[in-house]
């Protein structure tokens, strides 16, 4: 058996899940000489972002592909089809890769990615085979204290959130009103709000959870989270983990364009707008935005889906630069 210390991580399906997993696995690498092995959840062959991502990383980290599982025809909805088909895929294949870890290397940790269905079926598996069990979660750190005080919530409320003539106020933020709640939570008798909840309830028994955030970017919410309570778990903010673009983590010489010219600007003057992978603006709303920015005169960089970025270019304005430049390479 192999002695060095290994630690197998859990993504959700998606680039946006991946990427920062694989940096966290580099970080054990460079910083820790930790190894590690991403179990990869399929639907089918992976796709070519994906494969990409996994040939640029160290030979510390390894990759594996769980059994692809077909979507059953007989469930109409995205969201069981999802959760049923991960749900066959990960308990008896998640099982077999786990205990093949153990059995070769000295396995400390498996690192859960929570969204969908995997802090539930990687929990009772992980329990079952003796494996610590941390949670790494991908979003803000607010998102995560909402999702601590939501089976509270759930207690506490009758009607429909959105409903609610108050809003709801967290430690350490600003107060939320129900109706601007995320999607999975407006529908309360939906599987996604129920799996969500299901989910939460857990969040106590996990060894640690690993949120990629810092205490300079969400102070309240970090400082409400690593307040010590009976049965909390430690929570670490390890951020920013940002995707370097290299095996070994160091800056990779063919940068893009947008980075040089953001380079070239004096510091604090460049405003950041990211929607994530996940961005539902419409495309009006999206003309709207960059046409505000644009007004406002204020350089910026926006991240988000090549469509909408690229109908909401504006013609000609100095600010868009950066922009532009990018959307022509999504584009191409």
Not at 139 to 145: E, K, P, Q
Not at 300 to 319: D, I, R
Request: aromatic share 8%.
């Amino acid at each position: 058996m192999d002695q060095t210390t290994h630690v197998a991580l859990l993504p959700a399906p998606g680039i946006g899940h991946l990427i920062p997993l694989a940096e966290f696995a580099k970080q054990l690498v460079h910083r820790h000489h930790i190894s590690s092995t991403l179990i990869l959840p399929t639907t089918g062959p992976p796709p070519k972002s994906q494969i990409s991502v996994l040939e640029s990383l160290p030979k510390n980290i390894n990759h594996v592909f769980l059994p692809p599982v077909n979507l059953p025809k007989n469930l109409t909805n995205a969201e069981p089809q999802f959760f049923v088909a991960m749900s066959l895929s990960l308990i008896p294949s998640l099982r077999d890769t786990l205990k093949s870890l153990t059995s070769t290397n000295r396995l400390v940790a498996l690192v859960v990615d929570p969204f969908g269905v995997f802090g539930l079926d990687a929990f009772d598996v992980a329990k079952e085979i003796g494996v610590p069990l941390y949670l790494f979660y991908t979003s803000n750190a607010m998102t995560l204290l909402f999702c601590f005080h939501l089976p509270r919530l759930d207690k506490m409320v009758t009607c429909e959130y959105r409903d609610l003539p108050e809003p709801v106020k967290l430690p350490g933020c600003v107060p939320i009103r129900g109706r601007d709640f995320a999607n999975p939570v407006q529908d309360r008798s939906h599987i996604a709000y129920k799996r969500l909840l299901e989910n939460s309830t857990r969040f106590s028994s996990y060894k640690g959870i690993i949120i990629n955030s810092f205490l300079g970017l969400e102070e309240g919410a970090i400082e409400a989270l690593q307040v010590e309570e009976p049965g909390k778990p430690p929570v670490y903010p390890i951020g920013p983990l940002i995707q370097t673009g290299s095996s070994d983590g160091s800056k990779s010489s063919d940068r893009p364009e947008c980075l040089k010219w953001l380079d070239d600007q004096p510091s604090g003057s460049v405003l950041f707008v990211s929607f994530g992978s996940g961005g539902t603006l419409s495309h009006d709303q999206s003309n709207e935005l960059a046409l505000g920015l644009e007004m406002s005169g204020q350089k910026f960089v926006w991240v988000g889906l090549k469509e909408a970025a690229g109908k909401a270019l504006s013609e000609g304005g100095s600010s868009t630069k950066a922009l532009s430049e990018l959307a022509f390479k999504w584009k191409t």
